[in-house]
């Protein structure tokens, strides 16, 4: 499989759940993103690997845990989500700084 | 602080021309724009980087002035599948961070 490649599409969990998103790139890129994407606001920067290590930490709160094993793997750690965390959540990859990233499908997160 | 894109929305025939512009407060190295379907992930258009020269794909373009801090991108003789939300990300340079406008909204109608 080629691009970037999101699991699940789609994920409905309740406020004391723990769940995960996986994020898979087989394009050889060295950067890996998280991004949140809600209604009416514009695409926010959640956390940044370079090379297996995180690079940037935009103020995320601690309910989200990202992990990056490889450099071809990004997950994102879910747990005790509050209704506002609702939003479709992207994954992208690039070459590094001064490269155009490649998004993934998104999980559409609803927490309830 | 994020980059503010003009028009929000801009609504076009199929066959005419549009601009979108992006702006930013703050010293840019790069500008990349992308384009978003309903539904979809964000696509990849193109990058400009500072001191670098207008970009060209196909019928879609854009420049940036570093001096103003400014990138405009191009859409001649629109077609149907250029509908979309368009997104401008802005970079300084020092870091990874890349910070997304809010978008333009551009439909275009047959």
């Known amino acids: 499989e080629t691009g970037v490649t999101q699991t699940p599409r789609h994920l409905v969990m309740g406020m004391t759940n723990k769940k995960s998103l996986k994020c898979e790139q087989h394009?050889?890129?060295?950067?890996m993103y998280w991004y949140k994407q809600s209604a009416k606001k514009p695409l926010e920067l959640m956390f940044v690997?370079?090379?297996?290590?995180?690079?940037e930490n935009n103020s995320v709160p601690s309910r989200f845990s990202p992990e990056c094993p490889n450099s071809s793997h990004l997950f994102l750690h879910l747990h005790t989500l509050q209704p506002e965390d609702s939003a479709l959540y992207l994954c992208?990859?690039?070459?590094?700084?001064?490269?155009?990233?490649?998004f993934g499908s998104g999980t559409r997160l609803t927490v309830v | 602080q994020q980059p503010v894109q003009s028009p929000q929305a801009v609504i076009l025939r199929e066959g005419e021309d549009a601009v979108i512009n992006c702006s930013s407060s703050k010293a840019l190295y790069s500008v990349h724009w992308y384009r978003q379907k309903h539904g979809e992930a964000p696509v990849f258009l193109m990058i400009l980087l500072k001191g670098g020269e207008q970009k060209g794909h196909e019928k879609i373009s854009a420049s940036f002035n570093e001096k103003k801090q400014q990138s405009s991108l191009y859409l001649t003789a629109s077609q149907l599948s250029y509908s979309g939300t368009y997104f401008c990300g802005t970079n300084g340079g020092s870091n990874y961070k890349l910070t997304f406008g809010k978008g333009t909204l551009l439909t275009v109608n047959p």
């Open positions: 690997y370079s090379l297996e290590e995180r690079v």
């Open positions: 394009l050889g890129h060295n950067a």
């Open positions: 992208a990859s690039s070459q590094g700084q001064g490269y155009g990233y490649t």
